[in-house]
């Protein structure tokens, strides 16, 4: 079994900054890439920000130099350092993984997506 877990949400003036976490847990041999998708009430959830295991990011092109995607390959965890946010950022943001599981799953290239169960940012005008 693999866990996501998300925490760092809460509320904040627009202008302001927020730091999500996502830990991955469990049975894990090898996660690929890892992302940030968000979900805002009535709309479809989007990707936000998306890095790979040797660190190359991607940024949906609203966010493009106010979020930074990192990771922390030895602890299994990832971060959104969210900058200057606004009221549209408003949204439940999701981690998602894309993992093996064990060294079987590795070399017959196995591998699927695994999903936290978001935490909420809400950002105040």
């Known amino acids: 079994q693999v866990q996501l877990v998300e925490s760092g949400g809460g509320l904040v003036q627009a202008g302001g900054s927020l730091r999500l976490s996502c830990a991955a847990s469990?049975?894990?041999?090898?996660?690929?890439?890892m992302g940030w998708y968000r979900q805002a009430p009535g709309k479809q959830r989007e990707l936000v920000a998306a890095i790979t295991n040797g660190g190359s990011s991607n940024y949906v092109d609203s966010v493009k130099g106010r979020f930074t995607i990192s990771r922390d390959n030895a602890k299994n965890t990832a971060f959104l350092q969210m900058n200057s946010l606004k009221p549209e950022d408003t949204a439940v943001y999701y981690c998602a993984a894309d993992i093996y599981q064990n060294y079987a799953d590795y070399v017959q290239a196995k591998h699927r997506d695994y999903w936290g169960q978001g935490t909420q940012v809400a950002v105040s005008s």
């Open positions: 469990g049975s894990i041999f090898s996660i690929n890439a």
